[in-house]
């Protein structure tokens, strides 16, 4: 396993308790009284959250991983200061889980310019996070094969030139599409289809910055239709010999797997979906009091099942948490997998408990609860959970086995 630099620098300086306490309560006062009355309307037109993030941009907090001597909160897994960024997504998915999906990948893309970038690429790129509001996403889905009925091949092919490369083709699920200023683009230069979940690309792996506002960058807009997750507006962008300058590549080849990042992402996936089981669990619950039905026996078990669901979650977020922050590395990558698998079937038994107690009417506009159990049911395929756990299994049988790509 490659050591991981963090093992010898030690932890950076986070923010106080007062910081985290400070920043924490400002983006809950947005999530309650901005994010959470707008989700409703960019559910339903599929459009990018833009004016949430304007709001974070404008209270601070968009630079929420970002080092604090460029400017940022200094939080998350790089930084050894992990559970606020987790908390604050928490608090986004509460509000809107398409929000906290895309706030999720801006920043962990910002985690991985700070552990990978060269200086001058940090400055540059923090610079336009902190001081101009850029957001950042990162894009890997690279289908092997059409769904039926499509038609459309995905994938990207990169042919070295002077200075750089140019980039021809196409990435899927590219959430935050029509929102963002720059992509990470996970590309494999020997071909289409590699860059998620094959071995065979581990040590060529690139990592390359992309300037969205190129022309020849362009948005499919007809793909994107989903049950659920609509406003992530998670599209087909289309590279039409995009130039990249070889001063946007990421870090050295094979940087993202020597790394394991994925593994530090992977948890961050499951604070959102606690995030959307306080939804549902908080409706739910003011619905039944409501309702005078706090009496009957049955009630009384479901909302016991979703008390205990809810903090069991935040408790394994705790933890893995503590063990990323205290730089026990092996173990914060596997647990991060368990508490992925426990934290999602919690969140989605907590929907239905909320749904079988107060019947019908909870999946009726304006209950929240109906777009949660979409977002929900669509976000926790964003990883293959039977790959997850026979992960941990294969850990725990002391089986070789892969951390952090699971094959969809």
Same mark, same amino acid.
């Given at each position: 396993?490659? *050591?991981?630099? @963090?093992? &010898?620098?030690? %932890? #950076? ?8 306490? =400070?920043? /924490? !309560? ?14 409703? *309307?960019?559910? @339903?037109? &599929?459009?990018? %959250? #833009? ?8 209270? =601070?907090? /968009? !630079? ?345």
């Amino acid at each position: 396993m490659t *050591d991981d630099p @963090r093992r &010898a620098t030690g %932890p #950076a300086r986070g923010p106080t308790a007062d910081d985290d306490q =400070g920043a /924490l !309560g400002t983006v809950a006062k947005l999530a309650a009284e901005k994010f959470a009355p707008r989700a409703a *309307d960019y559910d @339903r037109e &599929a459009v990018f %959250p #833009a004016e949430d993030f304007d709001d974070l941009f404008a209270c =601070g907090v /968009l !630079g929420v991983t970002v080092p604090r001597e460029y400017g940022g909160l200094g939080y998350g897994p790089q930084q050894r200061d992990t559970l606020p960024l987790w908390e604050m997504t928490t608090m986004l998915a509460r509000a809107d889980l398409s929000l906290a999906r895309c706030w999720e990948g801006h920043a962990n893309s910002l985690v991985l310019i700070d552990a990978l970038a060269a200086p001058e690429q940090k400055r540059r790129w923090f610079s336009g996070v902190v001081e101009q509001g850029e957001k950042w996403v990162a894009w890997s889905g690279e289908p092997q094969a059409p769904k039926p009925g499509e038609n459309v091949r995905f994938g990207t092919a990169l042919t070295p030139v002077e200075g750089g490369w140019i980039l021809r083709g196409s990435k899927a699920f590219a959430t935050g599409a029509t929102g963002a200023q720059w992509a990470i683009l996970l590309v494999d230069p020997d071909g289409p289809g590699g860059a998620r979940g094959t071995r065979e690309v581990r040590g060529r792996l690139l990592l390359l910055a992309c300037d969205l506002s190129d022309p020849t960058v362009t948005v499919d807009t007809s793909w994107w239709d989903p049950v659920g997750m609509r406003a992530t507006v998670s599209h087909v962008v289309r590279f039409h010999d995009t130039f990249i300058p070889r001063d946007q590549l990421v870090g050295a080849p094979g940087g993202y797997f020597d790394g394991q990042w994925q593994t530090a992402f992977v948890p961050h996936y499951a604070a959102s979906f606690l995030g959307g089981a306080l939804a549902a669990y908080e409706y739910g619950l003011a619905y039944l009091k409501r309702q005078g039905k706090g009496g009957d026996p049955y009630v009384q078990l479901r909302v016991g099942s979703m008390a205990v669901n809810v903090d069991t979650a935040r408790l394994w977020l705790r933890h893995v948490a503590g063990l990323w922050d205290e730089g026990r590395l092996d173990e914060a990558r596997i647990a991060g997998d368990r508490a992925w698998q426990v934290i999602a079937r919690l969140a989605e038994e907590t929907v239905h408990h909320v749904i079988d107690a107060c019947g019908a009417r909870s999946l009726i506009r304006p209950s929240p609860v109906e777009r949660v159990l979409r977002d929900l049911t669509l976000y926790k395929l964003h990883d293959n959970a039977d790959h997850v756990l026979a992960t941990v299994g294969r850990a725990v049988l002391g089986e070789e086995y892969d951390p952090f790509f699971h094959r969809l």
